[in-house]
């Protein structure tokens, strides 16, 4: 089972990025997928989650500016971020629960700067 994220970088407040997922060793179309962020000095922080008829939730901090989405063809997940702020900067972990427990990614820093 692996997840690998990519697409993470320096952006400028109000810039966009868009953060892909690579899912491998798993039947990705059966699973909820889900984004968290670690902060600086913070715990880890909920963003998003998509099940698997693509019922989309976000937490409140992000509602508007960030799209989460999958192509279970291609075992993606994504997660477009719009109109960033420097709130936003964390590491970005896509996430699920398997049968055997919770598996996340190493995780793609995310840095906005002001």
């Known amino acids: 089972v692996q997840l690998v994220e990519s697409g993470g970088g320096l952006v400028q407040v109000g810039e966009s990025l868009r953060l892909s997922c690579a899912a491998s060793?798993?039947?990705?179309?059966?699973?909820?997928m889900r984004w968290v962020r670690q902060a600086p000095g913070k715990g880890l922080e909920w963003v998003s989650k998509?099940?698997?008829?693509?019922?989309?939730l976000y937490a409140d901090s992000v509602k508007g500016r960030f799209t989460i989405s999958r192509d279970n063809a291609k075992k993606k997940l994504y997660l477009q971020m719009n109109s960033l702020k420097t709130e936003d900067t964390a590491v970005y972990y896509c996430?699920?629960?398997?049968?055997?427990?919770?598996?996340r990614g190493q995780g793609t820093q995310v840095t906005v700067s002001s």
């Open positions: 060793g798993f039947t990705f179309s059966s699973y909820e």
């Open positions: 998509i099940n698997i008829y693509g019922r989309t």
């Open positions: 996430a699920t629960v398997l049968d055997v427990g919770a598996v």
